[in-house]
Nanobody, 122 residues
Framework: QLVETGGGVVQAGGSLRLSCASS????????MGWFRQVQGKEREFVAT????????EYADFAKGRFTISRDNDRNLVYLQMNSLKPEDTAVYYC?????????????????WGQGTQVTVSS
C-alpha cells in the first residue's frame, strides 16, 4: 500500500514536499516513481528513482525544479517541488516499480497510491 501526503495549495514560486509511505516489506528492492494527472488529461511521468537512490530521471518540465529522493530505512519516497507554477496543478501519484531500476512508463509500475492534490495559484 502506498499513501501520499504533503499536497495542498501554494502560490506560484512556492515549494511543496510530497511524501509517499510504503507498507511493502521489500520496499528497498524496487524503483519508485511519481506521476501526475491534470483534470481531463492523461497521467504523465514526473520523476523516478532506482532502488538504491543513486539514479534518478525527470520529465523535462521537472528538471531543475523537482527532486526525487528516498529513505529505505523508513520506506519513504519524496518529491521536493520548488519554483512551482500554475501548470503544475495536478493530482500527484506515487508508484512502486516492478523492478529495482528507474522506470518512466506507467505499465512498469505494479502499485499506485491514491494521489494527493497540488494546487498552485497565480
Amino acid at each position: 500500500q502506498l499513501v501520499e501526503t504533503g499536497g495542498g495549495v501554494v502560490q506560484a514560486g512556492g515549494s511543496l514536499r510530497l511524501s509517499c509511505a510504503s507498507s511493502e516489506r521489500m520496499f528497498a528492492s524496487f524503483g519508485m516513481g511519481w506521476f501526475r494527472q491534470v483534470q481531463g488529461k492523461e497521467r504523465e511521468f514526473v520523476a523516478t528513482i532506482s532502488w538504491h537512490g543513486k539514479q534518478t530521471e525527470y520529465a523535462d518540465f521537472a528538471k531543475g525544479r523537482f527532486t526525487i529522493s528516498r529513505d529505505n530505512d523508513r520506506n519513504l519516497v519524496y518529491l521536493q517541488m520548488n519554483s512551482l507554477k500554475p501548470e503544475d496543478t495536478a493530482v500527484y501519484y506515487c508508484a512502486e516499480g516492478e523492478r529495482p531500476y528507474m522506470a518512466t512508463l506507467e505499465d512498469e509500475y505494479d502499485y499506485w497510491g491514491q494521489g494527493t492534490q497540488v494546487t498552485v495559484s497565480s
